[in-house]
């Protein structure tokens, strides 16, 4: 009787191997980009919240918006400090409100409420944020493009 004496893996061991592991990254890749878009959305309302709340409080100084009415309302609220930091930038020597969905933010004073309007909303952040619980009263959600 011979013996045979293999050392090692087969081809087919391999590739069930392979197999396996390229099921397991799939499976991780999608769980990973609904987090990702989960986190995206989250980020987002949290920005908004940011704005809704510097907006109350700088209602709760002047009692209008009149004296801000008819100026560039988001380089207004920039320099008022309206937006968090991590949503400016500068580009082209001018500064851009940028969300967390990488679009622009832009906000319009009128004599007694105030326009934000949310350019280029992904569409599971835009969802999140009109089913968000926001006083609607003095704030309008617009979106330009939902992608």
Known sequence: MKKNNEKGRSMVEMLGVLAIIGVLSAAGLAGYSKAMAKHRSNQIIDQFNHIQQSLQSLYARVNTYKSLAGSDGTQMAISL????SDMIFTENGQQVVRHAGKGTVSLVFHDDDVSVTFHDLPKDAA?????ADFNPNWVKIENSDNN
């Open 127 to 131: 969802i999140a944020l009109a089913s």
């Open 81 to 84: 400090g309206v937006f968090p």
